[in-house]
């Protein structure tokens, strides 16, 4: 039953999101807002390594300038420096007009906007359509930004694909499985067969050039130091069984709520990922290497297998051909995907901040990209003229008969072997995430919309936790100890993790002291705040 309602549940969000665009309103009788130049706005936005930077030379903020009337002036932070930057920024008020695709935590969110630093969005629903109309689709999705006090301080990104919401997995080179031994219809299924594939792949010369090099599991993990193992593993040890809306907190077999960093499940999490990393099986440079880094590996041939949300590390080069994503989760005592999110992320994306001038008008800005015409010029580009090229003119290509757009071919398999989010790049900025707008399995073309990623997803759905719940909200003051609190807990479990894969210390002989130590960091306090409104929701008994 539960697979038969997943599957149920798939093919409803994508049949419903096709309608949607016809119910979506068309008021674009406000636009432009103001005469051309008469605004500008400063913008402090997240750079990621495969995006040019923000400026009026790429083509999205050109056409958004002509349609709204709104100069913006961009300041660009790396991605691996977007937290540092984010919390300089507010904790000496050194604010621009807007926050844009910064990830604006609900914590953060939860306490400056109760001292006033950001605007309050919910004074303009009237003039922002668009926005409520989704949230109003998927209540979840409103729910996670409004605060206790009833206010909204920023918009997120939506979500409403089930193969978009599906998160990192794991994508196999099927040539090196054939050589191990496995095939397309026989992958490793369990955590014993998926170390026993690994090891076969650190054996292979595959890149044939006679020197050790080749890395069995890849990954982009500098900025959360290893976390993104977590996602393809954590299911098979029945962590995170709520959903990917908790790091610390999910649900216990007696119906309580359990810390998942210091239970059992975890620490046999530790030992299986530890040996992995100490035989050799994962990449290393983990902790820093960025996304342009694993690209450059996987299109070398040194990066057999990896985990990212899709198969654009290898689009473009001799390896896509081989793209196969895993459809289930590798079996061990549970059999979960746990990766899988709600239909929005729970940050905000567009925060307009207190010295802001003109809060009306941009709140009617950002509106525009969660229209049609907004998802479709900001994840699409500009028809037909996006990309110049003698065979086909445009990034994209818009079928009338079946309503579905595709990018050209010449995008999707750039001859000098760009990635093709990299040939996007001086058109579109969505490339990295965070966006405020709404990805729709029609509109957006991004990886996790291709034939592996959705194959990968139409398996995966099968696995999915029962119930996978919303972020929980709290009060400022709350937030805010919460976030002290998680921060401390943060920098606390990645270096027992990071010593234990290293073998620098030994993990059951320094276990029960290392759950001391979150003891001794407030878990019981911590814990009482879910507890307390886990139950007012109704999640637990």
Same mark, same amino acid.
């Given at each position: 039953m539960k697979k038969i309602a997943s599957l149920v549940l798939a093919l409803m969000m994508v049949l419903s999101v096709a309608a949607f665009a016809e119910e979506l309103p068309t008021n674009y009788d406000q636009y432009p807002i103001c005469e051309p130049g008469a605004i500008?706005?400063?913008?402090?936005?997240?750079?990621?390594?495969?995006?040019?930077?923000?400026?009026?030379?790429?083509?999205?903020?050109?056409?958004?300038?002509?349609?709204?009337?709104?100069?913006?002036?961009?300041?660009?932070?790396?991605?691996? @420096? %977007?937290?540092?930057?984010?919390?300089? @920024?507010?904790?000496?008020?050194d604010l621009p007009d807007?926050?844009?695709? @910064?990830?604006?935590?609900?914590?953060q969110m939860a306490q400056y906007g109760a001292e006033g630093t950001f605007v309050d969005l919910m004074q303009y629903k009237d003039i922002m359509p668009n926005l409520w109309f989704w949230w109003d689709k998927y209540p979840t999705a409103r729910d996670c930004m409004v605060q206790t006090n009833g206010e909204v301080y920023g918009t997120n990104y939506i979500l409403t694909g089930s193969?978009? %919401?599906?998160?990192?997995r794991l994508f196999f080179n099927t040539d090196v499985?054939?050589?191990?031994?496995?095939?397309?219809?026989?992958?490793p299924d369990t955590l014993d067969e998926l170390e026993a594939f690994l090891l076969a792949c650190k054996e292979l010369d595959y890149n044939e050039n006679g020197i050790a090099d080749e890395i069995p599991l890849a990954?982009?993990?500098?900025?959360?130091q290893g976390d993104g193992i977590d996602t393809i593993l954590f299911g098979s040890f029945g962590l995170r069984n709520h959903g990917s809306s908790f790091s610390y907190v999910d649900g216990a077999e007696d119906g309580s709520l359990r810390f998942i960093r210091t239970s059992d499940e975890y620490k046999e999490y530790l030992r299986y990922t530890a040996k992995l990393y100490q035989e050799g099986l994962i990449d290393t440079d983990i902790f820093t290497t960025d996304f342009a880094g694993l690209i450059a590996k996987c299109q070398e041939g040194r990066a057999l297998n990896y985990i990212f949300v899709n198969n654009s590390p290898v689009a473009g080069s001799q390896?896509?051909?081989?793209?196969?994503?895993?459809?289930?989760p590798?079996?061990?005592?549970?059999?979960?995907?746990?990766?899988?999110?709600?239909?929005?992320?729970?940050?905000?994306q567009f925060v307009i901040t207190m010295v802001n001038e003109y809060p009306e008008e941009s709140a009617k800005w950002v509106d525009y990209l969660y229209s049609e015409d907004g998802i479709l010029s900001y994840f699409l580009g500009k028809e037909a003229s996006s990309y110049e090229d003698p065979d086909h003119e445009g990034t994209w290509y818009h079928n009338p008969e079946d309503d579905s757009y595709t990018y050209t071919e010449w995008v999707l398999n750039d001859p000098n072997g760009t990635n093709f989010e990299q040939v996007l790049a001086p058109w579109v900025c969505w490339q990295g995430g965070g966006n405020p707008s709404v990805a729709t399995n029609e509109q957006f073309k991004g990886g996790e919309t291709w034939p592996a990623s959705v194959k990968s997803a139409e398996g995966l759905i099968n696995y999915v936790p029962e119930d996978v719940w919303a972020p929980f909200v709290f009060d400022s003051d709350t937030a805010s100890e919460i976030s002290r609190l998680q921060a401390d807990f943060q920098n606390y479990y990645r270096q027992y993790r990071a010593e234990v894969w290293a073998g620098t210390k030994d993990l059951d002989a320094t276990?029960?002291?290392?759950?001391?130590?979150?003891?001794?960091?407030?878990?019981?306090?911590? @814990?009482?705040y879910y507890t307390a409104m886990a139950t007012e929701k109704g999640l637990i008994g």
């Open positions: 500008t706005l400063k913008y402090t936005a997240i750079q990621t390594p495969v995006q040019n930077e923000y400026n009026s030379g790429i083509w999205i903020w050109n056409h958004l300038e002509e349609k709204t009337g709104i100069h913006i002036d961009w300041t660009n932070v790396p991605s691996d @420096m %977007r937290a540092e930057k984010l919390n300089l @920024m507010l904790a000496a008020y807007v926050i844009y695709k @910064m990830s604006v935590s609900n914590t193969a978009i %919401r599906m998160g990192s499985l054939e050589k191990t031994g496995f095939d397309g219809e026989n992958v990954y982009s993990g500098s900025s959360d390896f896509e051909q081989y793209t196969l994503g895993m459809a289930k590798f079996e061990g005592e549970y059999n979960l995907w746990t990766a899988y999110s709600m239909p929005a992320s729970n940050s905000g276990w029960d002291e290392y759950v001391a130590g979150f003891d001794a960091l407030g878990v019981e306090e911590y @814990m009482g």
